[in-house]
């Protein structure tokens, strides 16, 4: 399978040690040897690089590592082919990018969705995948799910309106297969955890200001106390901050689990 990373900070930052320590995975000491990407967030718009090499051999990625890129928010993935067939390509590459609504929207997405591209119940409408992953398509789905529920919104929509929207389509899609997936748009970093998923917090103060960061992935990258986020929940971060968290009921409909986004929070994150 594949292997996730996200990051959502307070203040910019760069991400250089993670990927120095998520690289060797990608076909060194791990089989995910058929891409890897990484999107860094610059307000609305998201710097995505991607290559459908191994990560662990890729000179590109080994620059990335030691530029010092910052951001507040980070997606990535190295990727395995699953199934075989489905080879390496640029289109098949993860983080996948589309704007809506003058944003950038990322996605990476770690598992399969058998069927799911020839399933008359998830039709695609404005949103068109160009590879042949099973991935890009439910992205493309998700997308036309959120732009068709808020065509008229002008701002966001917020990350609460986003979860509720895509909330019962997600259960749907995670019945087919394995679903685990991140989902950025510069505002709002919203990840589903179907099987695995691991979050560390970190916290500092640095030149007066407070300093919070969030990583995410698949499998821990450090000795750090990493913890295992539920099977089957749906989590926001935004600022470095976990927003809400809302787990799948044991019928598969979303139920609201964790905290609830204040309007002050609801501020923050617009």
């Known amino acids: 399978m594949c292997e996730l990373f996200a990051m959502s900070a307070s203040q910019p930052t760069d991400v250089n040690r993670s990927l120095v320590l998520l690289r060797p995975r990608g076909g060194d000491v791990g089989p995910h040897a058929d891409g890897w990407g990484i999107a860094f967030y610059d307000g609305r718009a998201a710097r995505v690089f991607k290559e459908p090499v191994p990560a662990a051999e890729s000179r590109c990625l080994a620059f990335i590592a030691e530029y010092d890129f910052r951001s507040t928010m980070v997606i990535g993935h190295i990727r395995k082919a699953n199934p075989e067939r489905i080879g390496r390509a640029s289109a098949n590459t993860h983080p996948f990018e589309r704007e809506w609504n003058g944003r950038s929207w990322v996605f990476a997405h770690n598992g399969m969705l058998p069927g799911l591209r020839e399933n008359p119940e ?3 409408r404005r949103f068109r995948p160009l590879g042949e992953t099973d991935s890009e398509y439910a992205f493309c789905v ?80 450090t000795e750090e106390p990493w913890v295992q986020l539920a099977s089957g929940s749906i989590h926001v971060y935004a600022n470095g901050q976990e927003r809400s968290a809302v787990a799948r009921s044991t019928r598969g409909r979303i139920a609201r689990a964790a905290s609830k986004v204040s309007a002050v929070q609801h501020d923050r994150m617009r």
């Open 122 to 124: 998830y039709p695609i």
């Open 142 to 221: 998700l997308l036309d799910a959120i732009a068709a529920s808020h065509a008229e919104a002008t701002k966001g929509p917020c990350a609460p309106a986003i979860v509720r929207t895509i909330g019962p389509l997600v259960n749907r899609l995670a019945e087919l297969g394995e679903f685990n997936f991140v989902l950025g748009n510069g505002e709002s970093l919203i990840t589903h955890v179907h099987t695995r998923l691991y979050a560390l917090r970190r916290s500092c103060r640095k030149d007066g200001c407070r300093q919070t960061v969030v990583l995410l992935a698949t499998s821990p990258l």
